[in-house]
Protein backbone atom coordinates (compact mmCIF):
# COMPACT_ATOMS: atom_id res chain seq x y z
CA UNK A 1 0.00 0.00 0.00
CA UNK A 2 1.04 3.28 -0.57
CA UNK A 3 -0.55 6.81 0.77
CA UNK A 4 0.04 10.25 -0.96
CA UNK A 5 -0.25 13.41 0.62
CA UNK A 6 0.26 16.59 -1.35
CA UNK A 7 1.35 19.91 0.00
CA UNK A 8 2.34 23.20 -1.64
CA UNK A 9 -0.21 24.61 -3.16
CA UNK A 10 -1.52 28.78 -2.82
CA UNK A 11 -2.80 31.29 -4.33
CA UNK A 12 -0.19 33.15 -6.98
CA UNK A 13 -0.03 35.51 -9.23
CA UNK A 14 0.11 34.92 -12.91
CA UNK A 15 4.34 34.17 -14.30
CA UNK A 16 4.87 33.05 -10.62
CA UNK A 17 6.29 29.64 -9.45
CA UNK A 18 5.13 27.01 -7.13
CA UNK A 19 6.47 23.49 -6.25
CA UNK A 20 4.21 21.23 -5.45
CA UNK A 21 5.07 18.30 -2.69
CA UNK A 22 3.84 14.79 -2.66
CA UNK A 23 4.93 12.48 0.30
CA UNK A 24 4.41 8.88 0.25
CA UNK A 25 4.27 6.28 2.63
CA UNK A 26 4.95 2.50 2.25
CA UNK A 27 8.19 1.11 1.77
CA UNK A 28 7.66 0.22 -2.04
CA UNK A 29 7.22 3.93 -3.00
CA UNK A 30 10.73 3.92 -5.10
CA UNK A 31 9.06 0.52 -7.16
CA UNK A 32 5.96 2.88 -8.67
CA UNK A 33 5.81 5.34 -11.58
CA UNK A 34 4.60 8.64 -9.76
CA UNK A 35 1.85 11.49 -11.72
CA UNK A 36 0.82 14.52 -11.36
CA UNK A 37 -2.95 15.09 -12.26
CA UNK A 38 -5.16 18.18 -12.14
CA UNK A 39 -8.94 18.97 -12.14
CA UNK A 40 -9.89 22.53 -13.03
CA UNK A 41 -13.80 23.03 -11.69
CA UNK A 42 -16.20 21.83 -14.17
CA UNK A 43 -13.76 19.76 -16.18
CA UNK A 44 -12.99 16.06 -16.41
CA UNK A 45 -9.01 15.42 -14.39
CA UNK A 46 -6.13 15.48 -16.38
CA UNK A 47 -2.73 14.30 -17.08
CA UNK A 48 -0.41 16.50 -15.92
CA UNK A 49 3.41 15.41 -15.59
CA UNK A 50 4.70 11.89 -14.62
CA UNK A 51 8.37 9.85 -13.92
CA UNK A 52 9.34 6.48 -14.04
CA UNK A 53 10.23 4.63 -10.67
CA UNK A 54 13.66 5.13 -11.56
CA UNK A 55 13.42 8.90 -11.84
CA UNK A 56 15.36 8.14 -15.60
CA UNK A 57 11.66 9.10 -17.82
CA UNK A 58 9.07 11.28 -17.73
CA UNK A 59 5.84 12.51 -19.58
CA UNK A 60 4.19 16.11 -20.05
CA UNK A 61 1.50 17.32 -21.32
CA UNK A 62 1.52 19.54 -24.12
CA UNK A 63 -0.09 22.47 -21.59
CA UNK A 64 2.85 22.57 -19.25
CA UNK A 65 5.40 20.84 -21.59
CA UNK A 66 8.49 23.75 -20.86
CA UNK A 67 7.14 25.12 -17.64
CA UNK A 68 6.51 22.53 -15.32
CA UNK A 69 8.84 20.15 -13.81
CA UNK A 70 8.74 16.92 -12.48
CA UNK A 71 10.98 14.74 -10.40
CA UNK A 72 11.28 12.47 -7.17
CA UNK A 73 13.62 11.84 -4.20
CA UNK A 74 12.91 8.29 -3.41
CA UNK A 75 15.17 8.17 -0.51
CA UNK A 76 12.50 11.20 0.99
CA UNK A 77 9.71 8.99 -0.49
CA UNK A 78 8.52 12.67 -2.50
CA UNK A 79 7.31 13.15 -5.35
CA UNK A 80 7.72 17.00 -6.58
CA UNK A 81 6.22 19.44 -9.28
CA UNK A 82 7.93 22.37 -10.23
CA UNK A 83 5.52 24.95 -12.30
CA UNK A 84 7.25 28.16 -13.77
CA UNK A 85 5.62 30.63 -16.06
CA UNK A 86 1.94 29.52 -14.11
CA UNK A 87 -1.11 30.78 -16.29
CA UNK A 88 -4.71 31.28 -15.25
CA UNK A 89 -5.36 28.06 -16.94
CA UNK A 90 -3.15 26.36 -14.63
CA UNK A 91 -5.55 26.60 -11.58
CA UNK A 92 -6.64 23.38 -10.72
CA UNK A 93 -6.67 20.89 -7.64
CA UNK A 94 -3.68 19.22 -8.31
CA UNK A 95 -3.43 15.63 -7.57
CA UNK A 96 -0.27 13.11 -6.71
CA UNK A 97 -0.75 9.64 -7.71
CA UNK A 98 0.96 6.10 -7.93
CA UNK A 99 0.61 3.82 -10.71
CA UNK A 100 -1.19 0.04 -10.34
CA UNK A 101 1.73 -1.52 -11.18
CA UNK A 102 5.39 -1.66 -9.49
CA UNK A 103 8.08 -1.28 -11.56
CA UNK A 104 6.43 -0.46 -14.93
CA UNK A 105 8.23 0.05 -18.62
CA UNK A 106 6.24 3.22 -19.27
CA UNK A 107 5.05 6.20 -17.52
CA UNK A 108 1.57 6.27 -18.44
CA UNK A 109 -0.52 8.99 -18.98
CA UNK A 110 -3.69 7.20 -18.18
CA UNK A 111 -5.46 7.80 -14.70
CA UNK A 112 -6.60 4.59 -15.15
CA UNK A 113 -3.18 3.25 -14.48
CA UNK A 114 -3.02 5.09 -11.36
CA UNK A 115 -4.42 2.74 -8.23
CA UNK A 116 -2.82 5.44 -5.49
CA UNK A 117 -4.44 8.74 -5.09
CA UNK A 118 -3.91 11.31 -2.61
CA UNK A 119 -6.11 14.42 -1.74
CA UNK A 120 -5.47 17.42 -3.93
CA UNK A 121 -3.96 20.53 -3.25
CA UNK A 122 -5.48 23.61 -4.87
CA UNK A 123 -3.69 25.74 -6.73
CA UNK A 124 -4.89 29.48 -7.95
CA UNK A 125 -3.42 31.87 -10.36
CA UNK A 126 -4.17 34.75 -10.70
CA UNK A 127 -4.09 37.42 -13.70
Known amino acids: QVQLVESGGELVQAGGSLRLSCAAS????????MGWFRQAPGKEREFVAG????????SYSDSVKGRFTISRDNAKNTVYLQMNSLKPEDTAVYYC????????????????????WGQGTQVTVSS
Open 51 to 58: ISWTGGSN
Open 26 to 33: GRTFSSYT
Open 97 to 116: AGERRPYSPVVSTSQDEYRY
